[in-house]
C-alpha cells in the first residue's frame, strides 16, 4: 500500500456539515468525511506476543484512491489459527511491521481472510467497480480492519449473489487446502473404493475434505477429538451427514483394535487407504499412519498438538509411505490463476446448496465495539472447545 494514500490524521467535519446533515445519516455515514476521506479502525501489534497482551485498536484515515488502487470496507473476516500464530510470531511468514497506519511505533495489522465491498475504485482500475465484493488472492493483507486500500491486483473479485460475506470471506483458505491435498499428492480412485483417512475431522479443512471426498466418490475415516456423552454422538451424527464414511475419536485410533477395524471397514483390507491428512501431530498422527496401505501419502498441514510425530522405520523400509507437507499460502502464492478456479468452483458449489458452511461464531464490530471485546473474542479463539470457526462480521462502520 502506498505511504501516500494513508492519513493518520484524525477526521474533521465542518459545523456547517453537521447542519446540513441528519444525525441518524451522520451516524451511518461517519466513515466517509465531505473531503473524501474514509475513516478506519484496526486491530494492530506492535510486537509478538498473546493476542490479550499485543492487540490494540487504531484510528486512521484513508485517502481516496487514485490509479489502480481500492478502498474496501470489510464485511466478514474470520479468525483462523494462522493468524494467531502470526501474533504470537511462530508462523514461518509473519507481516512486517510499518509505520503505514501512523502509528507511534511500526505495527502490523493481522488476518488473512476476508470479504470485502469495494467503496471506491481509481480511475485506473478496470477488474471491479463501486459495490463489487472482493477477496484476497494472497494472504498477509491484514483483515482484521474496517477498511483498507489496496492495489486492485491484490484482490479476486467474487460475484456476491446467493453468497453470505461470511460464505465467501472465508472460502480463499480452508476448502482451498481440503482441495488441494485431495488432489495433488495421490490419484484416489473411486471405482478401486481408495480411502483417505484424516484427524481434526470437525476443523474448516476437515468438512471440506469431507465434502469434497463425497462428491469425488472417496470413502473417508474422520478423526476427531473425545467429546462425552451426547456432544460426541451429535458431532458423529452431524460429520456422517456431510459425507464421513466412519467417524472415530482419538481414543479409538490409538487403541490397539484400531487397524482390526479399518481392516473389516476396507472389505478385508482389499480396498485401499491411499492417503492421510494430519493437522494434530504426535502420537494420534503416528496412530493414523499405521493404517495406511503400502505406498500412501500422509500429507501434514498444522501441528495443533504441538508434539512432534515420531515414524518407524518400517514405515519407510517396509511399507514405503511417503510423508508429505502443504502450505497453502506458498501454494496459492505461486498458482493464483489455479487458487481462483478452485474458489470460484467451491462457491458455485454453495450458491447449488451442494457445500455446507462451517459451524461460525460471529463477533459483531461496529463502530462503536470497543477494543476489549475485539481481543477477547481472539483470545477466547485459544481456549477448549469452540461452537464454530470465530468470524468478524462487520456493522455499520
Known amino acids: 500500500m502506498p505511504p501516500t494514500s494513508i492519513i493518520s490524521a484524525p477526521l ?42 499485543v492487540l490494540s485498536l487504531h484510528t486512521h484515515s484513508l485517502s481516496p484512491p487514485h490509479s489502480t488502487l481500492l478502498t474496501l470496507r470489510t464485511l466478514a473476516a474470520p479468525l483462523n489459527p494462522a493468524d494467531i500464530n502470526q501474533i504470537q510470531g511462530t508462523y514461518p511468514s509473519l507481516p512486517p511491521f510499518t509505520s503505514l497506519l501512523g502509528t507511534p511505533s511500526p505495527s502490523a ?26 477477496i484476497a488472492k494472497h494472504t498477509g493483507l491484514g483483515t482484521w480492519r474496517t477498511h483498507l486500500q489496496v492495489d486492485e491486483s491484490k484482490v479476486l473479485r467474487v460475484e456476491k ?8 470471506g472465508t472460502v480463499g483458505v480452508n476448502p482451498v487446502t481440503a482441495w488441494r491435498m485431495l488432489k495433488d499428492f495421490v490419484s484416489l480412485d473411486p471405482e478401486a473404493g481408495d480411502w483417505f483417512v484424516q484427524n481434526g475431522a470437525n476443523s474448516g479443512v476437515g468438512r471440506a475434505a469431507i465434502q469434497l471426498g463425497k462428491r469425488w466418490g472417496y470413502k ?23 459425507g464421513a464414511t466412519k467417524v472415530v475419536s482419538e481414543t479409538e485410533v490409538l487403541s490397539r483394535d484400531f487397524a482390526d477395524k479399518v481392516k473389516e471397514w476396507t472389505n478385508g483390507g ?27 501419502h500422509l500429507v501434514t498441514y498444522g501441528a495443533m498438538s504441538k508434539q512432534p510425530m515420531q515414524i518407524p522405520a518400517g514405515m519407510l523400509i517396509f511399507k514405503n509411505l511417503v510423508f508429505d507437507g502443504f502450505w497453502v499460502s506458498k501454494w496459492s502464492d505461486a498458482h493464483p490463476e489455479e487458487k481462483e478456479q478452485v474458489v470460484g468452483e467451491v462457491l458455485d458449489m454453495i450458491r447449488r446448496g451442494e457445500f455446507k458452511d462451517t459451524p ?38
Not at 449473489?161 to 465467501?168: F, N
Not at 473474542?377 to 468470524?391: C, D, F, I, P, S
Open 360 to 397: 461460525t461464531v460471529e463477533v459483531p464490530w461496529e463502530w462503536a465495539t470497543g477494543a476489549e471485546a475485539l481481543v477477547d473474542a481472539v483470545q477466547g479463539t485459544l481456549e477448549g472447545y469452540r461452537k464454530g470457526k470465530g468470524v468478524f462480521v462487520f456493522g455499520e462502520t
Open 270 to 296: 482389499r480396498e485401499s487407504v491411499r492417503l492421510a491428512l494430519n493437522c494434530v501431530g504426535g502420537k494420534p498422527a503416528t496412530a493414523m499412519a499405521k493404517v495406511l496401505s503400502p505406498g500412501a
Open 109 to 134: 495489522v493481522p488476518g488473512n481472510e476476508a470479504c470485502f465491498e469495494v467503496l471506491a475504485a481509481g480511475s485506473g482500475a478496470t477488474s471491479v467497480r463501486k459495490g463489487d465484493w472482493v
Open 161 to 168: 449473489e446467493g453468497l453470505t460475506p461470511s460464505q465467501a
Open 220 to 242: 473417508n475415516i474422520a478423526v476427531v477429538r473425545d467429546r462425552p456423552g451426547e456432544e460426541g454422538e451429535n458431532l458423529k451424527r452431524e460429520l456422517e451427514e456431510l
Open 12 to 53: 474533521r467535519i465542518t459545523a456547517c456539515s453537521v447542519r446540513k446533515t441528519s444525525k441518524s445519516t451522520l451516524d451511518r455515514r461517519r466513515y466517509i468525511s465531505m473531503y473524501g476521506y474514509t475513516q478506519a479502525k484496526s486491530l494492530i501489534y506492535t510486537k509478538h506476543g498473546e493476542p490479550k497482551d
